[in-house]
């Protein structure tokens, strides 16, 4: 069945650090679906855009020119993941990504809007922001960020179920800023900064983060019983990366323990590769650079959410 596309295009400006980046959504259903994590940072379009991104859903579309032989993991079409020209299809579910990196333009095409798995409305359009960010040596990580804007941010990366999203909230909830809860931008340059991308958090109703937020305005539950809640105006464009901090989940609230710069690199480049699995080699040097030049940490993070934002908050002192 088609989706009906709109009468106007919606057309908004995305910044991610200096890269500006013009979406046009053609389809009043995908503007539904990724406007909540989009439109905190949206911008009327003004002068011209770095990157064009295209989303669109519902037209008839070709079969591939690929065979099934062409295809490899994580939907990746082979001879298409590195040089000008990359693309994923996912054939099951028929959501086309592909971006021209000499042109600097993407496309974003699924048959049908109610297909798209739930990790795409927390954060839309994942695989295009990877592949235009790249030439500005800006990488998307799987990793939270808090901070307070006169004094820097801490990166919060751990694998999914490890406490980021409760740490995120708690520190959201004493007045703190945050870059996002579950992807942010990385630039390693002379400073470490973490740029924000999507507004949504993630977080499952009866547990300690969601007692820590609005849940009123959660929007529809996910398979895995968690809820995307928007961060609205605790969202801050950007923070310089003070230190690094790997949280698990614990009966108590631990205390901050230094680890050195190759163990934190262990620590947290497995899960940022497996989630952002195109960011290729780039990605892999810049999250080593990052545990060189950052001090990280480890954190026990239990029922106490005062003391894990006190030791957050100490790392900024």
């Known amino acids: 069945m088609l989706t009906r596309q709109s009468a106007r295009p919606e057309l908004f400006d995305l910044l991610?650090?200096?890269?500006?980046?013009?979406?046009?959504?053609?389809?009043?259903?995908l503007a539904a679906w990724a406007r909540p994590a989009l439109d905190w940072a949206s911008q009327t379009p003004t002068g011209l855009a770095d990157v064009h991104l295209y989303v669109a859903s519902g037209w008839p579309f070709p079969a591939p020119p690929w065979a099934a032989v062409d295809y490899s993991d994580r939907h990746r079409v082979r001879h298409l993941t590195e040089g000008n020209l990359v693309a994923t299809l996912d054939v099951e579910r028929r959501v086309l990504n592909m971006y021209d990196a000499v042109a600097r333009r993407g496309v974003f095409w699924c048959s049908d809007v109610d297909s798209l798995p739930d990790w795409e409305f927390g954060a839309p359009l994942r695989s295009l922001l990877t592949w235009a960010l790249r030439p500005s040596q800006v990488h998307l990580v799987h990793a939270a960020g808090v901070g307070r804007?006169?004094?820097?941010?801490?990166?919060?990366?751990?694998r999914g179920g490890s406490g980021k999203s409760?740490?995120?909230?708690?520190?959201?909830?004493?007045?703190?800023?945050?870059?996002?809860?579950?992807?942010?931008?990385?630039?390693?340059?002379?400073?470490?900064?973490?740029?924000?991308?999507?507004g949504l958090a993630k977080v499952v109703p009866?547990?300690?983060?969601?007692?820590?937020?609005?849940?009123?305005?959660?929007?529809?539950?996910?398979?895995?019983?968690?809820?995307?809640?928007?961060?609205g105006t605790s969202m801050y464009p950007s923070l310089p990366v003070r230190a690094i901090v790997v949280p698990a989940v614990a009966s108590r609230t631990g205390v901050l323990q230094?680890?050195?710069?190759?163990?934190?690199?262990?620590?947290?480049?497995?899960?940022?590769?497996?989630?952002?699995?195109l960011g290729g080699?780039?990605?892999?040097?810049?999250?080593?650079?990052?545990?060189?030049v950052v001090p990280a940490y480890t954190l026990e993070v239990?029922?106490?959410?005062?003391?894990?934002?006190?030791?957050?908050?100490?790392l900024l002192s």
């Open 16 to 29: 991610v650090g200096d890269v500006r980046i013009r979406i046009c959504i053609a389809d009043e259903r």
């Open 149 to 158: 804007a006169d004094r820097g941010g801490v990166l919060i990366s751990a």
């Open 166 to 198: 409760t740490t995120t909230l708690a520190c959201i909830a004493v007045g703190m800023a945050t870059v996002g809860d579950d992807y942010c931008a990385l630039h390693v340059g002379s400073t470490p900064t973490v740029h924000a991308v999507y």
């Open 206 to 231: 009866t547990s300690i983060g969601g007692t820590l937020t609005d849940l009123s305005r959660a929007h529809t539950p996910r398979d895995d019983g968690k809820v995307h809640v928007g961060l």
């Open 258 to 277: 230094p680890m050195r710069g190759r163990e934190a690199f262990y620590r947290i480049a497995p899960s940022t590769m497996l989630q952002s699995e």
């Open 281 to 292: 080699s780039a990605l892999f040097a810049a999250m080593a650079r990052l545990t060189e």
């Open 302 to 314: 239990g029922p106490d959410v005062h003391r894990v934002v006190a030791a957050l908050d100490s």
